[in-house]
């Protein structure tokens, strides 16, 4: 008996050696943002839940923005394989492709929930996927916000007369083309260099983010006035950038848990960063900043230009014509029940740029 123990635990054992074992994976992710800017918190969200749900399979490091690689160097990073992933905001490299920037943000079109229903019952993964896809990368969306803050200054801006001459810091492909048809002129500079940007009165105002994370820059310290609503971003998406021969050495299970971490990372960002948004306003208030708001007449005015620079910008590029397409279908299709059930839902369907000029331009 003893012998037919020894025997079988032989081959129990030796089946375990020659059984093939799943290697964990190691992966290396840092990402834009610096550590002081709140925006980091939705990387370190995805990258907490990614850990614990991956288990043994998968291992994410984390490094904060510019630790690794300068911000602007992070896209090259993961299409190389440098690293294997890097959380981003899409609309920093419209240079590379101007289909880039509609799936960050627009010029007073989605809110962060359009964003969310887009991408998640619309098609909206998909197309990240494909404009991603053409250099190397799979895409996973994990956050979005609402509507940024606005131009922060040194002099009230009240109306679109007050934007003439000004050097403001902006990003975006669409918001700089609209804010030259406004009379100012468009500053491109990383989050983290705005600050000095505007204590040394090297610009004469900027934008950045939502209304914590431009606290967290300390922008209270250097601009006494801040206009709203911030037209020029009405809602924002941020996600990470996958290396694809990365994401394919993957289990299928382990790849379906890092969506999963994906979409509860997003779920999160929206309440989170609308809760902090609110208490920033407060703070905001507090430090002595005054708080303007565009008229509804200037605001009708600046969305039909907006919708203008959208469907020319859109009618530039193939990739942004399709972005856009879908992005307005999704509207119409949406537009019913929307409407209807105004106020109580989300409002009204905005009134964005002529679909059927867009429609034109994606079928060229």
């Not at 909206?124 to 940024?148: C, S």
């Not at 979409?263 to 303007?292: C, H, P």
Request: aromatic fraction near 10%.
């Amino acid at each position: 008996m003893k012998l037919i123990r020894g025997v079988l635990a032989a081959a129990v054992l030796s089946g375990m050696a020659s059984a093939p074992a799943m290697a964990q994976e190691n992966w290396t992710m840092t990402t834009v943002w610096p550590a002081s800017l709140e925006l980091i918190e939705m990387d370190r969200k995805f990258v907490e839940l990614a850990n614990k749900l991956a288990g043994d399979d998968l291992t994410i490091e984390f490094f904060e923005g510019g630790t690794l690689v300068p911000s602007g160097e992070v896209f090259g990073a993961v299409e190389s394989g440098t690293i294997q992933a890097g959380g981003d905001w899409p609309g920093y490299w419209a240079g590379r492709d101007a289909a880039f920037s509609p799936l960050a943000t627009h010029a007073s079109l989605f809110n962060a929930v359009d964003y969310v229903n887009w991408i998640q019952q619309w098609g909206g993964r998909e197309i990240y996927n494909e404009i991603y896809g053409q250099f190397g990368m799979v895409y996973l969306p994990y956050a979005v916000t609402n509507n940024e803050s606005g131009f922060r200054t040194n002099e009230p801006i009240r109306t679109t007369e007050d934007l003439q001459g000004k050097r403001l810091r902006l990003s975006g492909l669409e918001q700089g083309r609209l804010l030259e048809k406004l009379g100012g002129s468009q500053v491109s500079m990383a989050g983290g260099e705005i600050y000095q940007a505007l204590e040394r009165g090297v610009i004469d105002g900027a934008e950045f983010s939502t209304p914590n994370v431009d606290f967290s820059g300390g922008f209270q310290q250097v601009t006494d006035y801040w206009a709203t609503p911030g037209w020029h971003q009405s809602s924002s998406v941020f996600g990470v950038m996958i290396n694809k021969d990365a994401w394919d050495a993957l289990s299928a299970e382990t790849q379906e848990k890092l969506l999963i971490a994906a979409d509860a990372t997003m779920l999160w960002s929206l309440a989170f960063t609308e809760r902090r948004a609110n208490d920033a306003y407060g703070k905001f208030q507090d430090a002595g900043v005054e708080i303007t708001r565009y008229d509804d007449e200037t605001l009708a005015r600046i969305q039909e230009m907006a919708n203008a620079t959208m469907e020319e910008v859109a009618c530039e590029n193939p990739s942004s014509a399709k972005v856009y397409l879908s992005q307005l279908e999704y509207l119409q299709d949406y537009a019913s029940w929307r409407d209807a059930s105004a106020p109580f839902n989300l409002g009204r369907t905005p009134n964005g740029p002529d679909i059927e000029k867009i429609r034109g331009c994606a079928s060229e």
